[in-house]
C-alpha cells in the first residue's frame, strides 16, 4: 500500500472571555458558531505570508485539516477591533505524512 500523501492537524480552539467580568471558576457556556468565525484561524506556508487554508471549527470547538507534508505557521487572523490574541501563536509546525500534529489554541478575547 503507497504511503498517505497527507498529514493532519487537529486541536481544540477555547475562546474566551465571552462576556465581561467572567471569572475564571464560572462553568464555561457553549460557544456559538459566531464566535469561532470572529476569530479565524489561518495556515500558512513557512513564510507566514502566503495563505495555504482556513481552520474550519466545528460547534464544539475541535478542528481537523488534512495538509501536504510540509512546515506551516498557524496564525489567529487580525479582524478589527475582534482581534484577540491567540496565547500560543503564531505557532510553527511541521507536518509529515500520515501522522497527526495536536495544536490546541487558546484565545483570549480581551474582554475584563
Not at 14 to 38: F, K, M, S
Request: proline share 9%; aromatic share 6%.
Amino acid at each position: 500500500m503507497p504511503p498517505t500523501l497527507v498529514g493532519y492537524l487537529e486541536g481544540t480552539v477555547t475562546i474566551g472571555p465571552l462576556r465581561p467580568a467572567q471569572r475564571a471558576d464560572e462553568p464555561a457556556r457553549p460557544v456559538p458558531a459566531e464566535v469561532y468565525a470572529a476569530y479565524p484561524v489561518k495556515i500558512f506556508k513557512s513564510d507566514g505570508a502566503t495563505w495555504v487554508a482556513d481552520v474550519n471549527v466545528q460547534a464544539d470547538g475541535t478542528y481537523r485539516i488534512a495538509l501536504a507534508p510540509d512546515t506551516y505557521v498557524v496564525a489567529l487572523a487580525r479582524m478589527g477591533l475582534r482581534s484577540g490574541r491567540g496565547r500560543d501563536l503564531p505557532k510553527t509546525i511541521t507536518i509529515a505524512s500520515d501522522q497527526t500534529v495536536r495544536l490546541d489554541i487558546d484565545i483570549d478575547t480581551g474582554m475584563r
